[in-house]
């Protein structure tokens, strides 16, 4: 008979979020919708331009914000309503929404505007498929320096014991399971042709990926920054790498202009660049709130999820045995953190936690997978899933409370709301 093997698992992972989420269409739901907050902005595009053939989102707004919503009340300069969210997110989802057009047309639907919860299912499913696709890359980069086991340990933990899970069934319509699945090709082809000089080739093969990591979400293209570092730190000739990292660069901006004629299009304006052209400052980049994202009960990291508080810890003994790609961990965390922390919204919004440094589990990954491994040589093995398991318990907890509660809170968590409140509440839903 034939073992399990990881990646069978790691598919019935994903199988179960979806499954969790596809339960979840039951639910009563007050605006009858299951895309909501970021994800109306990352939705409209597609039926406004692949049915509608425009950027007029009056339509689709009318859907989703009541009526005297700022973002139907507001009107840009070509006299339409804006859309500050960046396009890439829709991009990668327009093949499930053309599969739910066609199976809408052709089953003879009544609906057929690309609005109804139908197509909504269907591009949601296919946005947590995304998610099962960028775990699988968080396994195959570890699986690069640990043994399978210890690679899928890492993996699965970070998915039920971290933030992740939380984007693949309750709100996947947020654009983290699409980064993921980017910084994790990103991540993986980068490991693979670490030690070698970076080539035309793979130059052009970074700027591709770097540029559609930018139109998801644009921070996410300084990952392109990693290799052309790490390059120099291993003492590559400093021309032929600055060389390629133009390359890259040209590339990667090439592609980034959809996101500039998208703004045209809508704006009036290629560089209106809507986050950081409001009237507040969007960004405080001397004043950077670290302690408060990484410690403070407002979705701290490592208050929120301490899984990423042992991956921290295990860069040390990535270091050990790789110097190179634990800079680089520490070099693509660095970069997430002082970028969120300089933000004037540090705490990401309604978030199930620090959900911004998603995009970094490819490089974390591989840094918890070396702290499970010391764990696994000097400790007992039950120690380590009682470990992991108490985390996962936790995370549990808190994902209900969340979800049922603090979602819909319109003040910051307190201490109290994410340590003792997460079992008072799930206690108290079930009649004790």
């Known amino acids: 008979m034939r073992l399990i093997k990881p990646y069978h698992i790691l598919f019935l992972a994903t199988s179960l979020c979806l499954a969790v989420f596809l339960l979840s269409l039951a639910l009563p739901r007050i605006d009858n919708n299951l895309i909501g907050s970021d994800g109306i902005g990352y939705y409209s595009n597609l039926p406004s331009i692949l049915l509608d053939r425009d950027f007029d989102f009056t339509d689709e707004y009318a859907r989703f914000y009541p009526a005297d919503s700022r973002h139907r009340t507001t009107l840009t300069a070509n006299g339409i309503p804006g859309n500050r969210w960046p396009i ?62 210890i690679s899928l340990i890492a ?37 693979t042709r670490r030690n070698e000089p970076i080539s035309h080739k793979t130059a052009l093969l970074y700027g591709i990926i770097a ?39 040209i590339v990667a901006l090439g592609i980034y202009a959809i996101q500039l004629l998208f703004w045209y299009l809508v704006y009036g304006d290629a560089f209106a660049a809507p986050y950081t052209s409001e009237s507040t400052q969007s960004f405080f980049w001397l004043s950077p709130r670290i302690g408060a994202v990484l ?49 004037r919204e540090w705490w990401q919004g309604d978030a199930f936690g620090g959900r911004m440094f998603i995009v970094c589990l490819p490089f974390l990954t591989i840094a918890l997978a070396a702290i499970i491994r010391w764990w696994l040589a000097h400790k007992h093995r039950l120690t380590l899933a009682l470990g992991i398991g108490t985390l ?7 994902f209900v409370v969340y979800r049922f509660d603090l979602v819909l809170a319109n003040h910051p968590p307190t201490w109290y709301e994410i340590t003792l409140y997460r079992f008072v509440f799930f206690l108290d839903k079930l009649g004790f």
């Open 211 to 249: 540029g559609f990591m930018a139109l998801v979400r644009p921070q996410d293209g300084l990952f392109l920054i990693i290799p052309f570092v790490m390059q120099l730190i291993s003492r590559q000739p400093f021309f032929q790498t600055a060389w390629r990292a133009l390359e890259s660069g």
């Open 295 to 343: 410690f403070s009960s407002y979705r701290g990291l490592i208050i929120w999820h301490p899984i990423y508080s042992l991956a921290l810890v295990g860069i040390f003994f990535l270091y050990r045995s790789s110097r190179h790609v634990a800079i680089a961990t520490v070099l693509a965390f660095v970069i997430q953190l002082y970028i969120v922390s300089a933000w």
């Open 155 to 191: 993996t699965l933990s970070f998915l039920f014991a971290g933030n992740l899970i939380y984007y693949m069934t309750a709100e996947p319509y947020m654009s983290h399971t699409v980064s993921l699945c980017l910084s994790g090709l990103f991540t993986y082809i980068y490991l």
């Open 392 to 398: 996962i318990g936790l995370n549990f907890f808190l």
């Open 88 to 149: 890439g997110t829709a991009i990668f989802w327009s093949p499930f929404f053309l599969i739910a057009h066609i199976a809408a047309v052709l089953g003879g639907s009544d609906s057929v505007d690309g609005t109804s919860q139908f197509y909504q299912a269907i591009v949601l499913s296919g946005s947590i498929i995304y998610g099962g696709i960028g775990l699988w890359l968080c396994y195959r980069c570890a699986l690069i320096f640990f043994r399978p086991f």
